[in-house]
T-cell receptor, first 110, second 112 residues
Framework: GQQLNQSPQSMFIQEGEDVSMNCTSS?????WLWYKQDPGEGPVLLIA?????ELTSNGRLTAQFGITRKDSFLNISASIPSDVGIYFC??????????FGKGTKLTVNP | DTAVSQTPKYLVTQMGNDKSIKCEQN?????MYWYKQDSKKFLKIMFS???????INETVPNRFSPKSPDKAHLNLHINSLELGDSAVYFC???????????FGAGTRLSVL
């Protein structure tokens, strides 16, 4: 089935640093989503992207929908301790199932 | 106030038992989902219902049976539990099949 390659698998950074993570797919999507999961909680939507080339920001977060429709990246600027968690990308084509990446575990050292 | 709520949050049981997990959403959404998250945090869809009708049924053992009594509820019944069923199960909902999904807090199932 469809698979998303999400990288890096984990990141250890200092508070204040910028972070970048990305997802690539062998097939196209028309929706890319970025979720964050805190320990013991369900994934929470951060940013939704609906158009190839689209660049969207949500506070310190910025995400882009790749022009080929096969990739997306998420940037976090000036990281803070509460950014800790697992970040998931997810792609969807039409009303088909949402396909998730394997997650990027972010650790922020104060 | 919780939009998508699941019960119980934790479930510890013996191999061979039958158990159910309940999910309710108060968002007025038409579509609901069950996902399984394994120990490596990989999220995989199991089932999806739209207006009480099954629309996605991934390759899941038939020991797993979803039931949607109405649009706001999607329960998951698991028969003859096995060790490999241990995971976190997430319910989610969306306005329609192609819309953004909102997740519950998860049910951590441990089969001993």
């Amino acid at each position: 089935g469809q698979q998303l390659n999400q990288s890096p698998q984990s990141m250890f950074i200092q508070e204040g640093e910028d972070v970048s993570m990305n997802c690539t797919s062998s097939s196209i999507f028309n929706t890319w989503l970025w979720y964050k999961q805190d320990p013991g909680e369900g994934p929470v939507l951060l940013i939704a992207l609906y158009k190839a080339g689209e660049l969207t920001s949500n506070g310190r977060l910025t995400a882009q929908f790749g022009i080929t429709r096969k990739d997306s990246f998420l940037n976090i600027s000036a990281s803070i301790p509460s950014d800790v968690g697992i970040y998931f990308c997810a792609g969807q084509l039409g009303s088909e199932k949402l396909v998730f990446g394997k997650g990027t575990k972010l650790t922020v050292n104060p | 106030d919780t939009a998508v709520s699941q019960t119980p949050k934790y479930l510890v049981t013996q191999m061979g038992n039958d158990k159910s997990i309940k999910c309710e959403q108060n968002l007025g959404h038409d579509t609901m989902y069950w996902y399984k998250q394994d120990s490596k945090k990989f999220l995989k869809i199991m089932f999806s219902y739209n207006n009480k009708e099954l629309i996605i049924n991934e390759t899941v053992p038939n020991r797993f049976s979803p039931k949607s009594p109405d649009k706001a509820h999607l329960n998951l019944h698991i028969n003859s539990l096995e060790l490999g069923d241990s995971a976190v199960y997430f319910c989610a909902s969306s306005p329609a099949p192609r819309n953004i999904q909102y997740f519950g807090a998860g049910t951590r199932l441990s089969v001993l």
